[in-house]
């Protein structure tokens, strides 16, 4: 299960609960449950094996292959996502003590060497899966925006399974989303692709610059709150599987100037 997709589900379940403050929840289709790292420690959300346990259980079904945000009729074309209207509800963590103080220890030890700077969590790669190379804004761009603004903000950057890592970055190597969106929650903005952490960082009220390009929409899975750049195009948004030219053409159009003007209008 993705951990964004995870995060939106979970935000379902947060606005379900003010309404039915006893009741439990399990994410999957009413017979089969999922469960991602993200449900750990949400009191509001049980696995399968727990249901006989309580009085009142409701199923979300927001998991792989039945997304809120997707049309899977069979008739529509198989060599694209096929977007339908959605909105998603901010997510949210419960984080452990540990983590919650793990983070604070990295934090504390970045701080004493910067200073007052600002700190901003970036994620300049993309999920390897079919079709989102097309939101993929640019490694060498990344780079530019880091060099840009690097005498007046901290980056920090937590690389993974040899992921390259952008010179001028405080580099964290290694850590599990957990630790990554503890470490997010204390920085002061997000910078990155549509993904599993611009939705880590409105579950944890960061505001963000996020590159969309024209594969998905922020008006489907986008926050308000977040400066979403996007390529407003007749054939936006497309949801290409493949390399789509349109949505290559969109990203172009997104410049260095402009999320660099992005980032210093919010900090």
Not at 103 to 120: D, N, V
Not at 174 to 189: E, K, T
């Amino acid at each position: 299960m993705g951990v964004g997709d995870a995060l939106m589900a979970s935000g379902e379940v947060r606005e379900l609960r003010i309404k039915k403050p006893s009741a439990k929840f399990i994410i999957g289709d009413g017979v089969k449950s999922y469960w991602s790292e993200v449900f750990d420690n949400n009191p509001y959300i049980i696995k399968h094996s727990d249901i006989n346990k309580h009085h009142e259980v409701y199923w979300i079904k927001n998991y792989e292959g039945n997304r809120p945000y997707r049309n899977y009729d069979e008739n529509l074309p198989k060599n694209k996502y096929n977007w339908i209207k959605f909105k998603p509800k901010k997510g949210e963590f419960f984080f452990s003590k540990e983590e919650t103080n793990f983070a604070k220890q990295i934090l504390s030890t970045i701080k004493k060497k910067i200073g007052t700077k600002k700190l901003i969590f970036m994620e300049p790669h993309v999920k390897k899966r079919l079709g989102y190379e097309n939101r993929d804004w640019g490694f060498d761009k990344w780079k530019k925006v880091v060099a840009e603004l690097n005498n007046y903000y901290e980056f920090i950057q937590i690389t993974y399974l040899g992921r390259q890592l952008i010179k001028g970055c405080i580099n964290l190597d290694g850590l599990n989303f957990r630790s990554s969106a503890a470490i997010l929650s204390m920085c002061d903005l997000f910078i990155g692709a549509e993904g599993g952490m611009a939705h880590a960082a409105a579950a944890t009220n960061k505001k963000a610059v996020v590159i969309w390009g024209g594969h998905i929409s922020p008006d489907i899975t986008g926050y308000n709150f977040h400066t979403n750049l996007y390529n407003k195009h007749p054939m936006s948004p497309c949801g290409s599987k493949f390399i789509c030219d349109h949505c290559q053409e969109g990203l172009k159009k997104i410049s260095v100037t402009e999320v660099v003007k992005a980032i210093k209008n919010i900090l």
